[in-house]
């Protein structure tokens, strides 16, 4: 057998119907897993030694399969023997993640949801759960990993799900944004936050056609006396917060700083920070939505803008 496709680990997910595997499912989709759900096992020789495609992600990504008591021709005891096979014929070391839960508690979620157990469609669910324990009974015995999930809701699923298996996985992807108000608020930022108190260089003729990106523009607003007090504290809510999303497991996290015509004043900040989240072990990316949008004193405007035009007058 060839190893092209080459998955870093293989995850059989099983378990009783209603116990969470398809919350685990999409949780380790979400973490970089690639998943297929009901893939009969039969068939997992001929998958791994299909080649991905040139330059697909596919490649040495981990890989989960979803199997339960719906699969046709499903039988526990010989699922256990081709585990076995592929394990100790093919070098393929597969491990089984079981999901249990107590009966009660499934008869509980079966009746809140109003759906058919699979094993009963036309009797009590009661019925179909005690039949699919006795069935699945020779995985949950040879499983690596058993999840009960009686005492645990989706969300905390989920947390576990991570803890355990997204070692290796992909990690939240991080954007700082700068923008002007003037040209409206982003539509997908988690977190915004207003720099139009500090004071802006666009009233400063030296200035005013230069950027958040010049050393000078960064002089400027920073002596601000203002600006050293709300900036640590800034980054200390974001260094507090950024563990935080990748815990519970955030694949994208916005956080956007804005000024009024977004070429100064929220640039410069947006480096900063940046620059603060990459010492700290992060890798954001940095967009500056409004840097190439023209400076002109109809965006700018407020008080500034007023005192500026009447010394022109005068």
């Known amino acids: 057998m060839t190893d092209v496709a080459d998955p870093q680990r293989i995850l059989l997910v099983t378990g ?3 116990a969470g595997k398809s919350t685990a499912l999409k949780t380790l989709e979400d973490i970089g897993w690639e998943v297929v759900d009901n893939f009969p096992l039969s068939l997992l020789e001929h998958l791994l030694e299909t080649p991905p495609g040139q330059g697909s992600a596919r490649r ?3 890989l989960a399969l979803g199997i339960d008591s719906r699969t046709r021709d499903f039988d526990a005891r010989r ?3 081709q585990i076995k096979a592929l394990t100790n014929d093919h070098d393929f070391p597969v491990e089984t993640l079981f999901f249990d839960c107590s009966g009660a508690e499934l008869l509980r979620r079966y009746s809140e949801t109003r759906r058919r157990h699979p094993l009963a469609p036309d009797r009590p669910a009661t019925d179909g759960i005690a039949a699919e324990r006795e069935l699945m009974a020779p995985l949950r015995r040879w499983a690596d990993h058993v999840i009960d999930t009686t005492e645990t809701p989706p969300n905390a699923l989920q947390q576990q799900i991570r803890q355990r298996f997204a070692a290796g996985a992909l990690s939240t992807t991080v954007t700082i944004m700068s923008f002007g108000f003037s040209r409206g608020l982003p539509r997908n930022a988690d977190s915004v936050f207003d720099m139009r ?3 802006n260089p666009y009233w400063q003729d030296d200035l005013r056609d230069l950027t958040g990106l010049d050393a000078a523009v960064g002089h400027h607003i920073a002596e601000d006396e203002s600006y050293e007090p709300v900036l640590s504290r800034i980054e200390d809510l974001l260094l507090t917060l950024m563990p935080r999303y990748r815990a519970e497991g955030r694949s ?3 956080i956007a700083f804005g000024c009024t015509g977004g070429r100064h004043r929220s640039v410069h900040v947006a480096e900063r920070v940046a620059g603060l989240l990459r010492e700290n072990g992060f890798s954001p990316t940095v967009e500056h939505r409004d840097l190439a949008s023209r400076p002109r004193d109809g965006v700018e405007g407020g008080p500034a803008g007023a ?3 009447n010394r ?3």
């Open 16 to 18: 009783l119907s209603g």
């Open 60 to 62: 040495h990504r981990p």
């Open 79 to 81: 699922i256990v023997e």
């Open 197 to 199: 108190f500090l004071k």
């Open 252 to 254: 994208y996290v916005t």
């Open 307 to 309: 005192g500026r035009r």
């Open 312 to 314: 022109m007058v005068e």
